[in-house]
C-alpha cells in the first residue's frame, strides 16, 4: 500500500476505469499463455463488479464515506502498476517474459496483495450493505492471501536463460537442448522453427533499448543457437558425395542420427525416458544441468529424469556399424582406384582425400581397413610426386591423412619405411601454412619414439628447420609444435651435439650446468671443439661460465674445460662475464703454478687469458690471486716476462699477446709499461722482432711501439746498442713485411727522440717522397673508416714527418717545398683520422709556419741591392713597383711556398680543429695558430685583421671563454692578450662579456702566465689600470 493517491475520489474511480477498459481491450496471443496474468484478471472481473455497485451505493463519488473514498484512491495506483505488469506479459515477446518471469510474478502478486489490503479498508463502512460487505471481505482475503507460481518449466527454462546471460561457452549438444525446452515452453512444435524466430526477432525489438549486458548476451547465444540448431542434417551427404553403385547407395536412416548433435551415432545410448542419444553428448546435457543446480532432463520430451543410468542401445548400435562398414569399405575401394590412377584428376584426389580424413577420424576402427588397402603407401608416393599438379593444398591433406594413419603402429612403420620422415622435413618450408602445420605434426607423433628422435635429429636440415620454426613468433601455433618435437628429441643424449649445432644450446647448457662431472666434462668438449656464432658464445658463457671455471680445478675436466673456455673468449663481449667467473686465478694457476700443466695446457691458458685482455674492460680491477695482485700488476709482468723464453713457441704468442693486452689498456698502460722497463724487458721482447714466424713479430712489434709511447728515449737507448734504427725504416721498406709490421715500425720511428745526425741518416729525402706518397696512397684507397692498422700507419708517417720538421735547415727547406708538406699535414686535418694524427698534422703546420716566420725576418733584415739597377733608378726617377707582401710575414710569400699558413689554405682547417673534443688536438691548432702573431712583428694591426677575417679572433675567444684552467686556456690566453693589443679590436669586444668574465676568472685562478696575460689583456679592454701604463702605450704603439 505503497502507491502515490490521486487528487480526488473522482479521478481514482476514473483511473480504476481505465485500467480495467486496457485489460479487457487489448488481446494478443500472449494473453492466454501465461497463467498468472490469467489469474489475476479473474480477479479484476470480480473487482469490477463490486466496484461499480459500491460506487452506487452513494450519490456521488464525493458523498461515500471516507474509508470508502480512501480505499478507491489506493486501488487506483496499485491497479495501474499491476495492469502494467500485465500488459508485459501480453505485449512483450514470451522469451522475455521467461527471461523476466520471477520479477513479474513477484510484482504482480505484491500489487494484488495490496489492492485485497485497500479493500478490507471498506468493510467497516458498509454495515448498511451487508451482502456486499460480504462479497469484498470475501474478495479481500482471497487477494491478501493469493500466491503467483512459476510452472516448473518457466522457472527451468527461466534459470537456463540466465546462465547463457553469464557469456559461458556452450556445445552443440548442450545447444540443441536448451532449443528443445525453449520450444517446449513455449509450447512450440519442434519443427515449427518460423515461430521460434519470430520470437527471437520479438525479443531484439524488446531489448532494443536495454541497457542489460545479460539480456544482451542471451538474444546473442538464442541467435547463434537457432542458426545453429537451423542446420538440418542433410543425409545424403553421408554418402560422401561419391558415385557410388545401386547396392551400395544407402543413405543413414533417421533413428542413426543424434537428436542433439545430427550425426550419426558412434555409440548410442537409451534414457528411462526411452529416447536414445549419443552418450557424450547426452553427458555433456547432464553435466550443464547439474552445473546450473536443475534437474536433469531428456531434451527431447522434457521429463525429469529419476536416474541418470545410460544403458547402450545395441541393436541400434549394430546397425550402424553395419551401415558404416559397408560404407567405409566402398569408399575406401573407390579411393583406392582414383590414387592409382596415373594422371588423375586434382579435384577427385582432392575429394577423395577428405573422404579418407573423415572416415579416419570418425571411425578410428576403421584404420586397418585403409591399411590393409594399400593407401598408406599411395598417400606417401603422392607427396614423392614433385609434379606441379600436386600442389600445396593436397600436400596438406595428404598428410593430414597420414597424421591420422599415424595413430596405427603398423601404418606408422610402413610410413617409416618408405622415408616419410624426408617427405615430412621438405614439406616443413611448404608454401602453406597447413602443409606446414600438418607436416611438423607428424614430425610430432613420431617423435614419441626414442629410435626415431635419433634418425630424425640425423636427417639433413631437420634440426635446422624445426629451431627456426620454434623461434618463429609470427606462427605461435607452427612455433609451439615445433618446440615440441625439439622436446622429445632434447630428451635422446645422441642428440645434444645435434641439436647444439643448429642451435639450439638449452640441452647442452642443462646438461652442463646440472649433470654430473663426467656429462659436464662431455659437455664441456662440445663446447670446445663446436663452431659457435656470438650468441651462441654470450648465451653459454653467461649460463656456464661458472661451471666451466670449478672444472678448471679438477684434473680430469681441466683440458675439456679450457677448450670450450678459450672456445667462449673470442668473443670479446664475454670477458666481463669470464672475469665475473673468476676465471683469471684459475687460468694464472695453470700458467704458473701447475707444474704437471701440458705445453698443449698452457697454450690454451694463455691464449683465453689474452682473448679476455684484448681490448680494456672488467679485467683491469680484476684480482688474479689470493694475494689481490691485478693483471697489470708487477708480479704478473714478472711472472709473463720469466716464462716468455721457456714457453712452447705457440704460448710466447699467446704472452705477448697479453702483454700487449695490458699494456694497451688505458688504466694499465703507463704501469705495465714500467714494469717491463725495470725487469729489463726490453731486451726480452726485442728477441722477437726478427723473429721467423709472422705471429711473434707481430706482437713484438706492437709492444715495441707500445713501450715507444711511453719511453721514447729508453727505448731508442735499448735499440742502438744491439740495432741500428735503419732496422725499422727497412722493415717499413720492406714490401714482404706485414702491414702491422709496417705501421709499428713508423710509430716506433715517430716516437723515439732521434738526434739531428739521425734525423739526416734516417729521414732522407728519397724517404721523405716515399712518405708523402703513401700517405696520399692512403688517403685514395682508404674509406672513411679506418682501420687500426691503417690508422696507425698514418700516425707513423704523419709522425716521421713532424720528425722531419723540428730541425730545419735549407736542403731540408727545400726538401719540405719539393713535397708540398705543408698541404701533406693540412690534408690530415680534415681526413678521417683518430685524434692523435690530427694533433701531429697541427705541430707539423706550426714547425713550418715558425720556419717560414724565421726566413721571411731574415729576409727582410737584408740589404736592397745598389748598383746599376740603383742608377737606373736615379735616372727614370721611378722605381718598378714592388711585389705584394703577405700580411702575416710583412714578406712576399709565394703560393706555393709551402712555409706560409695563409696561402697555404690551413688557417681555416686549423681554426676548425678548436672545436675538437680532444684537448691535445685543440692545443696543436692554437700553437699552430700562433705563430701567425709574433710580439716583434711590426705589422701586428695587419696580421691580427687578416685573422679576423678568416674566423681565428672569434673562435680563440670562443674557445678561451669555454674551457677550464690549464694549458689550453694558457695558450688561448697569450694569443688573446695579443689580439687585444690592436686598439680597434680592443674596443670591439670591450663590450663581450663573456670573454671579460673569462679572463677576470684566469686572473683570479690561473698560474702565473696566465694572470699575467689576462690582466694586460683586461688592461687593453680597459676594465682594469695597467701596472705600467708605459709597458701598455708601448704595445698598443706597436700594434698601431
Known amino acids: 500500500m505503497t502507491s502515490s493517491l490521486p487528487l480526488s475520489t473522482a479521478e481514482a474511480i476514473e483511473s480504476i476505469n481505465r485500467s480495467l477498459s486496457d485489460l479487457s481491450n487489448r488481446t494478443t496471443n500472449n494473453q492466454d ?12 472481473t470480480r473487482l469490477q463488479l463490486l466496484l461499480n455497485t459500491l460506487v452506487r451505493t452513494s450519490s456521488s463519488p464525493d458523498a461515500l464515506p471516507p474509508p470508502v473514498q480512501t480505499a478507491l484512491k489506493g486501488i487506483a495506483g496499485d491497479l495501474a502498476n499491476a495492469v502494467e505488469t500485465v500488459l508485459v506479459y501480453r505485449n512483450k515477446s514470451k522469451i522475455f517474459v521467461l527471461i523476466n518471469c520471477i520479477s513479474l510474478s513477484d510484482a504482480l502478486q505484491q500489487r494484488t496483495i495490496a489492492i485485497g489490503a485497500w479493500l478490507a479498508l471498506t468493510e467497516n463502512s458498509l454495515q448498511d450493505h451487508p451482502e456486499l460487505r460480504k462479497k469484498i471481505a470475501d474478495l479481500s482475503r482471497e487477494m491478501k492471501e493469493i500466491l503467483f507460481k512459476v510452472t516448473e518449466n518457466e522457472e527451468r527454462m527461466h534459470f537456463t536463460l540466465q546462465k547463457e546471460g553469464e557469456g559461458r561457452e556452450t556445445t552443440k549438444a548442450v545447444q540443441s537442448a536448451i532449443i528443445m525446452d525453449l520450444l517446449r515452453t513455449l509450447g512450440i512444435e519442434s519443427d515449427n522453427l518460423t515461430e521460434l524466430r519470430e520470437q527471437i526477432k520479438q525479443l531484439r525489438t524488446d531489448l532494443a533499448r536495454s541497457s542489460s549486458i545479460s539480456e544482451r548476451r542471451i538474444l546473442s547465444s538464442l541467435q547463434r543457437i537457432l542458426e545453429s540448431w537451423c542446420i538440418v542434417a542433410d543425409l545424403s551427404s553421408f554418402n560422401y558425395d561419391i558415385e557410388m553403385e545401386d547396392d551400395v547407395n544407402i543413405s543413414p536412416f533417421k533413428s542413426f542420427l543424434c537428436p542433439l548433435t545430427k550425426d550419426v551415432m558412434k555409440e548410442p545410448v537409451v534414457l528411462e525416458s526411452s529416447q536414445t542419444y549419443e552418450r557424450k553428448a547426452i553427458e555433456y546435457w547432464f553435466q550443464r544441468c547439474l552445473e546450473d543446480y536443475r534437474d536433469p532432463t531428456c531434451p527431447v520430451t522434457g521429463q525429469v529424469l529419476k536416474s541418470l543410468e545410460l544403458k547402450p542401445n545395441i541393436g541400434l548400435a549394430g546397425a550402424i556399424e553395419e551401415w558404416i562398414n559397408r560404407n567405409v569399405d566402398f569408399q575406401v575401394k573407390k579411393a583406392v582406384e582414383v590414387l592409382c590412377e596415373v594422371n588423375p584428376q586434382v579435384d577427385s584426389v582432392e575429394r577423395v582425400l577428405d573422404i579418407l580424413y573423415k572416415i579416419l577420424e570418425e571411425y578410428p576402427f576403421s584404420r586397418y581397413r585403409v591399411r590393409n588397402s594399400g593407401v598408406v603407401l599411395l598417400l606417401v608416393k603422392l607427396l614423392r610426386n614433385s609434379s606441379k599438379n600436386i600442389g600445396t593444398l593436397l600436400r596438406s591433406k595428404a598428410l593430414m591423412a597420414l597424421l591420422s594413419m599415424a595413430k596405427d603402429e603398423e601404418s606408422k612403420k610402413i610410413m617409416l619405411d618408405e622415408g616419410i620422415s624426408r617427405l615430412a622435413i621438405h614439406s616443413l618450408i611448404g608454401s602453406s601454412e597447413k602443409e606446414r602445420e600438418y607436416a611438423v605434426k607428424l614430425l610430432l607423433e613420431f617423435s614419441s619414439d626414442r629410435a626415431y628422435c635419433i634418425s630424425l635429429a640425423l636427417e639433413k636440415g631437420a634440426l635446422v628447420l624445426l629451431t627456426s620454426m620454434a623461434g618463429n613468433l609470427v606462427h605461435p601455433a607452427l612455433s609451439n609444435l615445433a618446440e615440441e618435437v625439439l622436446k622429445n628429441l632434447e630428451k635422446v643424449e645422441d642428440n645434444v651435439e645435434l641439436l647444439a649445432a643448429a642451435g639450439r644450446f638449452e640441452p647442452l647448457i642443462s646438461r652442463l650446468c646440472e649433470g654430473s662431472d663426467d656429462v659436464k666434462i662431455e659437455m664441456a668438449y662440445m663446447v670446445g671443439k663446436m663452431t659457435l656464432t656470438n650468441i651462441s658464445r654470450e648465451q653459454i658463457a653467461r649460463q656456464c661460465a661458472k661451471v666451466l671455471v670449478e672444472l678448471l680445478y679438477k684434473s680430469v675436466g681441466r683440458a675439456a674445460s679450457l677448450q670450450a673456455l678459450y672456445n667462449l673468449s673470442v668473443l670479446e663481449d664475454n670477458a666481463t662475464v669470464l672475469v665475473d667467473s673468476a676465471v683469471l686465478p684459475a687460468l694464472m694457476n695453470i700458467l704458473f703454478k701447475n707444474q704437471d700443466a701440458s705445453p698443449e695446457l698452457n697454450e690454451l691458458a694463455a691464449a683465453t687469458i689474452a682473448n679476455i685482455v684484448s681490448n680494456p674492460g672488467h679485467w683491469e680491477l680484476a684480482s688474479t690471486d689470493k694475494k689481490g695482485n691485478s693483471m697489470q700488476s708487477e708480479s704478473v709482468v714478472s711472472s709473463l716476462l720469466a716464462i716468455l723464453s721457456v714457453a712452447s713457441p705457440q704460448c710466447q704468442v699467446s704472452i705477448l699477446h697479453i702483454l700487449c693486452g695490458i699494456a694497451s689498456s688505458p688504466q694499465a ?25 709472422v705471429e711473434h713479430r707481430v706482437h713484438a712489434f706492437r709492444l715495441t711501439r707500445i713501450l715507444s709511447e711511453c719511453f721514447g728515449q729508453d727505448l731508442a737507448d735499448e735499440l742502438k746498442p744491439f740495432y741500428k734504427l735503419s732496422f725499422f725504416k727497412e722493415k717499413l721498406l720492406d714490401d714482404q713485411s706485414t702491414h702491422g709490421e709496417k705501421s709499428d715500425s713508423a710509430c716506433i720511428l715517430a716516437n723515439i727522440q732521434l738526434s739531428e745526425e739521425e734525423v739526416k741518416t734516417v729521414l732522407e729525402a728519397n724517404f721523405i717522397k716515399w712518405i708523402v706518397t703513401n700517405l696520399k696512397n692512403q688517403q685514395r684507397s682508404s674509406n672513411a673508416r679506418l682501420s687500426r692498422q691503417v690508422s696507425s700507419m698514418v700516425e707513423g708517417l704523419v709522425g716521421l714527418l713532424l720528425h722531419f720538421t723540428k730541425s730545419l735547415n735549407p736542403p731540408s727547406l727545400t726538401v719540405a717545398r719539393e713535397q708540398s708538406l705543408m698541404t701533406v699535414f693540412c690534408e690530415q686535418l680534415s681526413f678521417p683520422s683518430k685524434p692523435r694524427v690530427k694533433q701531429l698534422a697541427a705541430l707539423g703546420l706550426k714547425n713550418l709556419s715558425e720556419a717560414g716566420r724565421l726566413l721571411s725576418a731574415a729576409e727582410s733584415g737584408k740589404p736592397k741591392p745598389r748598383g746599376v739597377c740603383a742608377a737606373l733608378v736615379a735616372m727614370c726617377g721611378r722605381p718598378p713597383p714592388e711585389p705584394s707582401t703577405c700580411p702575416i710575414h710583412n714578406a712576399h710569400c709565394e703560393d706555393d711556398s709551402q712555409l706560409c699558413l695563409l696561402k697555404s689554405n690551413c688557417i681555416r682547417p686549423l681554426v676548425d ?17 700562433s705563430t701567425l702573431i709574433v710580439d716583434t712583428s711590426k705589422n701586428l694591426k695587419r696580421a691580427v685583421d687578416q685573422l679576423h677575417q678568416q674566423g681565428v679572433v672569434d673562435a680563440v675567444i670562443d674557445l678561451f671563454t669555454e674551457i677550464r684552467p690549464g694549458v ?26 663573456s670573454l671579460v668574465r673569462a679572463l677576470v676568472e684566469a686572473f683570479k685562478h690561473g698560474n702565473a702566465n696566465a694572470k699575467m696575460h689576462s690582466q694586460e689583456a683586461l688592461t687593453n679592454l680597459k676594465q682594469i689600470s695597467g701596472v705600467s701604463r708605459r709597458d701598455s702605450s708601448q704595445a698598443r704603439s706597436q700594434g698601431r
Open 968 to 993: 689550453l686556456q694558457e695558450r688561448a690566453l697569450w694569443m688573446i692578450e695579443r689580439i687585444l693589443r690592436v686598439e680597434g679590436h680592443s674596443q670591439q669586444y670591450s663590450l663581450n662579456q
Open 669 to 693: 698502460s703507463g704501469s705495465v709499461a714500467t714494469h717491463i722497463k725495470s725487469r729489463d724487458g726490453m731486451k726480452s721482447i726485442f728477441m722477437f722482432l726478427e723473429h721467423p714466424e
Open 913 to 929: 680543429l678548436l672545436t675538437d673534443e680532444d684537448t691535445s688536438v685543440q692545443i696543436a691548432a692554437v700553437e699552430a695558430l
Open 33 to 44: 499463455f501465461f497463467e498468472n496474468p490469467r489469474h489475476f484478471c479473474g480477479y479484476v
